[in-house]
């Protein structure tokens, strides 16, 4: 399963009220991204944590009394919604508690209220972080060392292909070669779990 390109099965179950297993899957997957996407809001890292919490409760009340709309880009714009309202709301509480030291975050979060193509743009940035992460991780868990190695460190820490084959006691082809072939990797399984979602929301709820 992969963060938010969540099945809508997964979905589906909650709304007919899964089990706390399943409860504990959505969680585990969606609390990084909403974390990130309420930093991206402004807040910094503990009112980030506080909003995470609280939107996760937000969801779990909503699908206990009347489920969001799940059809194909409902639920995340719905659930992008719910993130900006608890940071906005985390927000105006520390501004009335400390005064103004928080006025520009509480106006930039303003400004982003209305503009739901900039609030889908924020989001769509956190799926691909999450995308490729889950992409990255089932990877990795099928090379070497030393081939993830040479991939980590060229293409994510962005250290030079001589430094690496150096380090690694390889030749610099060799280390080219690995990285290529690591990223092909990525992006074919990233493709694979694109068409996975896309017809996972092609059923009907």
Request: hydrophobic share 40%.
């Amino acid at each position: 399963m992969v963060w938010p390109q969540t099945s809508l099965s997964m979905l589906t179950r909650l709304r007919d009220g899964a089990e706390q297993r399943c409860w504990d899957q959505f969680g585990a997957l969606y609390r990084p991204a909403i974390f990130r996407f309420c930093r991206r809001l402004g807040l910094q890292d503990a009112d980030a944590d506080d909003a995470t919490q609280r939107v996760l409760q937000q969801v779990a009340d909503a699908f206990e009394r009347r489920p969001p709309d799940l059809s194909a880009g409902r639920f995340r714009s719905w659930l992008s919604q719910v993130a900006r309202h608890t940071s906005l709301k985390i927000i105006q509480r520390d501004h009335r508690h400390r005064g103004s030291g928080r006025s520009e975050v509480l106006q930039q979060l303003n400004a982003v209220a209305a503009d739901e193509d900039q609030l889908q743009a924020m989001w769509a940035a956190e799926e691909r972080v999450a995308l490729y992460r889950r992409a990255a991780a089932e990877v990795r868990g099928n090379c070497t060392p030393a081939v993830w190695a040479a991939f980590e460190q060229t293409s994510v820490a962005g250290r030079s292909i001589e430094q690496v084959a150096t380090e690694l006691g390889v030749s610099a082809g060799v280390v080219y070669a690995s990285r290529s072939r690591v990223l092909k990797r990525i992006r074919h399984l990233v493709e694979e779990l694109m068409r996975s979602d896309t017809d996972d929301h092609r059923e009907t709820v």
